[in-house]
């Protein structure tokens, strides 16, 4: 059984800095590709990030770039995704996901299997 599993959410101020985190069982994490979306209340969900299985590709939406940071310990079945100077309009649920189809996937419709969110709230 598939279990994805995200950590770190909570408040931040606007400026600040939060990570999250996500760990994956019951596949083979380092041959899966991986990725953060989020959901904000009355707006669709969009892509924020997504690794390769091995790190060598990134994407990053344009509204991360410069902000977020990326990365997986494939040893810890874990992913990770630094947030800092975040502003109020980062306020959503963040989801993690994992493709093990692919190696490498930045479409929503290439991921399998989600997390339940964490929710992160940014004030001004």
């Known amino acids: 059984q598939v279990q994805v599993v995200e950590s770190g959410g909570g408040l931040a101020q606007a400026g600040g800095s939060l990570r999250l985190s996500c760990t994956a069982s019951?596949?083979?994490?380092?041959?899966?590709?991986m990725g953060w979306f989020r959901q904000a209340p009355g707006k669709e969900r969009e892509g924020v990030s997504c690794?390769?299985?091995?790190?060598?590709?990134?994407y990053y939406a344009d509204f991360a770039k410069g902000r977020f940071t990326i990365s997986r310990d494939n040893s810890k079945n874990t992913l990770y995704l630094q947030m800092n100077n975040l502003n109020p309009e980062d306020t959503a649920m963040y989801y993690c996901?994992?493709?093990?189809?692919?190696?490498?996937?930045?479409?929503?419709?290439?991921?399998?299997?989600w997390g339940q969110g964490t929710q992160v709230t940014v004030s001004s």
């Open positions: 996901a994992a493709s093990p189809t692919y190696g490498w996937a930045y479409r929503a419709s290439e991921y399998v299997y």
């Open positions: 019951g596949l083979t994490f380092d041959a899966s590709a």
């Open positions: 690794i390769s299985d091995n790190s060598a590709w990134k």
